[in-house]
């Protein structure tokens, strides 16, 4: 159901985990990866802070344990499409992928240079660098949402 145009909401989407042992994904085998279609929204909600600028925002629920305890499954993150994503924030990384899927990952933005940055997954403290040239777009967190309601 869209939502009606004086509704400021925002898409929320949904991703399922890859496993390395069933995908030829290199970074699966460090950090924890998703895939998901962000061309069809699992659900809306209202706009974060009662911004009206709602085009700017999306959320994203969290698959994975790889972000627990500070993000766990089931919760939803609301990333900001403009905002430039800081060293020591957590973010939401768009990889780019040989075959045409949305791949994602998540973590906390630990360094950054011209060619590689670095992301941290608290669960396991598992840090691993990835090369810009595998990178689409870095999403910083500007928020979280339980999802019990």
């Given at each position: 159901?869209?939502?009606?145009?004086?509704?400021?909401?925002?898409?929320?989407?949904?991703?399922?985990?890859l496993f390395p042992e069933e995908d030829g994904v290199s970074l699966a085998n460090e950090l924890e990866v998703w895939e998901g279609d962000l061309s069809r929204p699992a659900a809306y909600m209202a706009a974060?802070?009662?911004r009206n600028d709602a085009d700017r925002y999306f959320a994203i629920y969290i698959p994975g344990e790889a972000m627990e305890p500070r993000f766990k499954a089931g919760e939803r993150v609301i990333l900001d499409r403009i905002k430039p994503a800081s060293i020591q924030t957590d973010v939401?990384?768009?990889?780019?992928?040989?075959?045409?899927?949305s791949l994602w990952t998540i973590g906390k933005l630990s360094a950054r240079d011209r060619n590689l940055i670095s992301l941290t997954q608290y669960r396991?403290?598992?840090?691993?660098?990835?090369?810009?040239?595998?990178?689409?777009?870095?999403?910083?967190?500007?928020?979280?949402?339980?999802?019990d309601r």
């Amino acid at each position: 159901m869209l939502p009606h145009p004086r509704e400021r909401l925002i898409p929320v989407y949904a991703a399922s985990l890859l496993f390395p042992e069933e995908d030829g994904v290199s970074l699966a085998n460090e950090l924890e990866v998703w895939e998901g279609d962000l061309s069809r929204p699992a659900a809306y909600m209202a706009a974060p802070f009662g911004r009206n600028d709602a085009d700017r925002y999306f959320a994203i629920y969290i698959p994975g344990e790889a972000m627990e305890p500070r993000f766990k499954a089931g919760e939803r993150v609301i990333l900001d499409r403009i905002k430039p994503a800081s060293i020591q924030t957590d973010v939401l990384v768009q990889l780019r992928d040989d075959t045409g899927r949305s791949l994602w990952t998540i973590g906390k933005l630990s360094a950054r240079d011209r060619n590689l940055i670095s992301l941290t997954q608290y669960r396991d403290k598992v840090t691993a660098s990835i090369h810009r040239s595998k990178i689409r777009h870095i999403f910083p967190i500007i928020g979280m949402i339980d999802d019990d309601r």
